[in-house]
């Protein structure tokens, strides 16, 4: 049974940080890790899809990378910024669903 | 991009009786599409799959009878919470992809639906 796990479940910096955000999972035959972003009381926003296939992929300041593998993902934060706070989630693809992790709840301070 | 709605967006309603949420694909045909609940502070849990068609495949622990699901067409599932009660206050979302092609399965989600049972 796939589990996902992401570390650290929260997480408060300054502004202009550079960030990392870890995303874990158990069962390494995946088709693709997508990541989300989430603000409070609202749904869900794709940031960045990675096929199982790929090692990396960046938009503007942001950058996710997958080591099957070693069952990790991480995303990188650039020049982090306020309006950057959320939640963020890992999801990781298999046969036909999703498997979520629990998210990381990010702050970033003006 | 591949766009899914839901409606409504927010739901009040008294206990013991049943809501009807909506999830549609607007422009591509979704042979899969998937319900989800979020529960405060805490992550998305997959409910049910559901193909149209065909009856919908449920995760272990969720009620089918309480939650039934209806994939009548490509581009429309519905969830219906019956005979909800408080404890089924919730964020519920949907998704919906493609199918498996060469192996992506991007999923693409609704906005959500946010019931509260009084």
């Known amino acids: 049974k796939q589990e996902v796990t992401q570390i650290p479940a929260a997480l408060s910096v300054p502004e202009g940080e550079n960030l990392v955000l870890n995303c874990s999972f158990t069962?390494?035959?995946?088709?693709?890790l997508q990541w989300f972003r989430q603000d409070p009381g609202k749904g869900l926003t794709s940031l960045l899809l990675i096929q199982s296939s790929q090692r990396e992929q960046t938009s503007g300041r942001l950058n996710a990378s997958l080591d099957k593998s070693s069952g990790r993902s991480t995303l990188y934060i650039a020049a982090s910024q306020p309006g950057d706070s959320a939640t963020y989630l890992c999801a990781v693809g298999g046969t036909y669903k999703y498997i979520f992790g629990t998210g990381t709840r990010l702050k970033v301070l003006a | 991009g591949a766009v899914v709605s839901q409606h409504p967006s927010w739901v009040i309603c008294k206990s013991g009786t049943s809501v009807k949420i909506e999830c549609r694909s607007l422009?591509?045909?979704?042979?899969?599409m998937f319900w989800y609940r979020q529960f405060p502070k805490q992550s998305l849990m997959l409910m049910a799959t559901?193909?149209?068609?065909?009856?919908?495949?449920?995760e272990q622990g969720v009620e089918k009878d309480k939650f039934l699901i209806n994939h009548a067409s490509l581009t429309l599932s519905t969830l219906t919470v019956t005979s909800a009660h408080p404890e089924d206050s919730s964020f519920y979302i949907c998704?919906?992809?493609?199918?498996?092609?060469?192996?992506?399965?991007?999923?693409?989600f609704g906005p959500g639906t946010r019931l509260t049972v009084l």
């Open positions: 998704s919906a992809n493609y199918g498996l092609v060469g192996g992506e399965n991007e999923q693409f």
């Open positions: 559901s193909n149209e068609g065909s009856k919908a495949t449920y």
């Open positions: 422009d591509f045909q979704a042979t899969t």
């Open positions: 069962d390494s035959a995946i088709y693709n």
